[in-house]
Nanobody, 116 residues
Framework: QVHLAESGGGLAQAGGSLRLSCGASGSNFGNYDMSWYRQAPGKERRLVARITSADIISYDDSVKGRFTISRDNALQLVSLQMNHLRPEDTAVYYC??????????WGPGTPVSVSS
């Protein structure tokens, strides 16, 4: 069982920045592929950024050049630095852990609201 807890969401103005963090339990964090997803009102949950256990990083096209995902295996944290925020970035952001064996886990989510 892996428990995830996001923090850092809140309100921002367009062009501003927020940093999300996700702390994870478990003894093999370095082996998890970690991702950030978001779900806007009335829309499906979508992948925003992923960092694998091998530090391979990928982004959704809508956030490339603006968001940066990183991980600290010693602290069991994954972060999402969000710069140049846009109103369309408004969503609930979820942390996701994918284990090599044993399933996928989600955090409860943290809301981000960007005003124009």
């Amino acid at each position: 069982q892996v428990h995830l807890a996001e923090s850092g969401g809140g309100l921002a103005q367009a062009g501003g920045s927020l940093r999300l963090s996700c702390g994870a339990s478990g003894s093999n964090f370095g082996n998890y592929d970690m991702s950030w997803y978001r779900q806007a009102p009335g829309k499906e949950r979508r992948l925003v950024a992923r960092i694998t256990s091998a530090d391979i990083i990928s982004y959704d096209d809508s956030v490339k050049g603006r968001f940066t995902i990183s991980r600290d295996n010693a602290l069991q944290l994954v972060s999402l630095q969000m710069n140049h925020l846009r109103p369309e970035d408004t969503a609930v952001y979820y942390c996701n852990a994918q284990l090599p064996v044993g399933g996928t886990y989600w955090g409860p989510g943290t809301p981000v609201s960007v005003s124009s």
